[in-house]
């Protein structure tokens, strides 16, 4: 039998869209929504542009934003054609954007993006350099090899910054699978699981690093996701990407950040 | 949340982010996504080779709605499967199922053209040019009288009409074969009755009245277009209009719909979905629902 629908209907508040981009990492955000309860009451909805095989290693290259970033960017509605190159659409001073913008029925704001790559990063470190990252020195060497690894993605935050991005984060790279079986299965490479935290809290130490001095927040999950250095199985639906609870626990944190480092709000299943 | 996507003119932009609970009949709210191509008409959704325009095939891809298999062809994720032969690479199927926590379903893809089909038509007529219209919706009595317009045959402005619209049935059908089975077409708004304000949106001088009965004309072929196409055509005109120009209360800024306008589409959106579903979902404690304060069955 047909459902019938009676108008019954209840419009909700819009939420504020918090843009997850980059890597597989962003999809547990996909059109989830979140209540912050606060002092304000304030939706908020995840936005996921998700980039097959972002690299942090490819973000900038030359003088130029990742081409695929680029396409996300702008399919999303956050950078927008200017004279001669792309411009934020939140800034843009032309007429055409600005009646666009009226077309919607409110003020432009200043978009809140979210970067997560690096994890494919690590994968091809440990991939290349297996036997570099064991021994003495090994922490130095991998600090070093990630420092250049993570320079187009300085450049890209730059590049953020540039274009008026302001309300900018990168998030901490989650921890990998515990398991060497399960890790070299999904990602065709065999290290040992020591190795693979030791190689996560270096380059979590370089982005917050990087996003420092850029200007950029760093949403650090450690304490969330992980016992000591190792991952909380039961964040992980497929041990390798962080599921619903997870990623609750992330855009608890993100909110806190922007509401200037309120009380982390209640988590609200969407 | 569930999508639905809102594709074309600048008329899509006020869905964004509008968002509506019917816990009778759905377990998720929807929210509506605004994907913006700008300047696109009827005329240039797809070409004569059956490709999309560049602006259309953009944000498909950017929504990740339209997703390219190993074998080069382009699907809509949801209907592919790990076992289907044309089993994309393991990014792009975590991208379309494994890690987007909700079934994943065909979403509700809601085309809007027709405004600039409809500005090109009037510039094309231009100026002091008027026809006759046989349309029970039309009442030419609203609209004061003018001396020294010149008449067209209605003819000629079906054919036009016809002539935009020309290529929309494939791009519809093409939709509907990759995979979506909830398209929409909009119907296109009722016109302002401000000839001023029209003139400065659109540098077109014009009479309410044609523009009146010419999106009429749009709207009457964008329904047989739907209908031939396997498409829905959401005709918002009798909800809308009054006294065949966009009622006051509806109207935003002289050339577009306000959101009271977009909450009667999205109200007649859900009682389409909610007649196609096979089985009515309700809900009697959903977490977000309860936390909103929203009513249960």
Redesign the interface.
Known sequence: MAATFDSATTYLDRPTPLHFIGDSHTLAFSDRLYLHAGTERKLFIGRTGYINGLHARDVFAGDALHGSLIATLSAAGLIVDGDDAFEAYHRSPRTHWQRVAGAEGRERSEPCIVLSCGTLDLVRILGELASELRGAGSAAFAARHIDATFAPLASGLQWFRAMGFDRLAVLSIVPFARSDDLFREYFLVRTDAAVRESIVGIANRALAHVCARHGVAFIDRSADLCDGSVQRNELFPDCIHIGEQAATATVRRVIAWLRGGEQLPEPLDG | ???IYFIGD??V??F??????????FA??F?GR???C?QLSAADVIDADGRFDERFA??L????LVVSGKDGKQYAPHRLSYASEHAL?V??L??SS?????TLTSPPLVLMVGNLDLAWILAELGPNTDFFLNDPRYDGSVFEERAEVALVPGSLVREMVRSRLARLGTALRTLVDLGFEHVFVHSVTPPTSNDARYYRWRQIVTQASVRSKVVLLLNARLREIAHESGATFLDMWDATAERCVLAAKYV??G??F??AAA?LT??RL??DL????????PVTEH??LS??G??Q?
């Open positions: 949340m569930r999508p600048s008329n932009m006020i964004s982010h509008l968002s509506v609970a019917a816990p009778d009949c998720v709210p929210i605004s994907l913006y700008p953009q944000v891809a950017g929504e990740r690479s990014g792009e975590l991208g494994t890690l987007d926590l909700d935003l800024d050339d577009h306000n959101k909450l999205f109200e859900l009682n909610a007649n196609r579903a096979p089985e009515p979902t977490p977000l936390v909103l929203i009513g069955a």
